[in-house]
């Protein structure tokens, strides 16, 4: 299989507090992973792309001060919500795919609500 | 600019019909489509893929057809089943396939199959 773990599965924080995201490929190894918000009925959103051993590439918008992503393996990658605020509240979603196939394994998803 | 439209939000059939999703996209730069089943409050699920050389790929129930021209494809589920209820996601590579791309979504369906 290829699965991809995220942890926790779900967050409640107090506003101006910073929350980290753990997204692991359990049975493969991911040079790239994928980090996306989804609204209540909306689309999944592209944040940005890790690249493992160099910095994460961000999407137009997202604000990579306040959005910090980490790709320490080739098995992991941290996204860190800064200084939180309520309107970061979102599901979070991490994705990873192996070399030799197109289609990228989605983690469970993080649930994060700020206070 | 939404790249990838699933102008459909929702869509009801019986059990043992044929499901018809459907997908439009705009950028011509696409040439890796992919379709994704997601449960709330869960990550999205790889269903099935299609590469622009194709113009038809299946896979048990599940068969995608791709318009190049017309810059469409389509989701057919037969026959469909009332676990196949879940929201669709229609995704899209610039990547040819390569799973290091990056996607870009469709706002989904939801789909259900009524017993």
């Known amino acids: 299989g290829a699965v991809v773990s995220q942890h926790p599965s779900r967050v409640i924080c107090k506003s101006g507090t910073s929350v980290k995201i753990e997204c692991r490929s359990l049975?493969?190894?991911?040079?790239?992973m994928f980090w996306y918000r989804q609204f209540p009925k909306q689309s999944l959103m592209l944040m940005a792309t890790?690249?493992?051993?160099?910095?994460?590439?961000?999407e137009q918008g997202v604000e990579k001060d306040k959005f910090l992503i980490n790709h320490a393996s080739l098995t992991l990658s941290t996204l860190t919500v800064t200084s939180a605020h309520p309107e970061d509240s979102s599901f979070y979603i991490c994705?990873?795919?192996?070399?030799?196939?197109?289609?990228?394994?989605f983690g469970p998803g993080t649930r994060l609500t700020v206070t | 600019d939404q790249q990838v439209k699933q102008n459909s939000p929702s869509l009801s059939v019986q059990e043992g019909r044929i499901s018809i999703l459907n997908c439009d996209y705009t950028?011509?730069?696409?040439?890796?489509f992919l379709w994704y089943k997601k449960y709330p409050a869960e990550g999205p699920t790889f269903l099935i893929s299609i590469s622009s050389i194709k113009d038809k790929n299946e896979d048990g129930r599940f068969t995608v057809f791709l318009n190049k021209s017309a810059k469409h494809l389509s989701l057919h589920i037969v026959p469909s089943q009332p676990g196949d209820s879940a929201v669709y996601f229609c995704a899209a590579s610039g990547g040819s396939g390569g799973s290091n791309y990056k996607l870009t979504f469709g706002k989904g369906t939801l789909l259900t199959v009524n017993p």
């Open positions: 950028n011509s730069m696409f040439d890796y």
């Open positions: 049975d493969f190894q991911a040079t790239t």
């Open positions: 994705s990873a795919g192996r070399d030799r196939e197109g289609e990228q394994y």
């Open positions: 890790s690249n493992e051993g160099s910095k994460a590439t961000y």
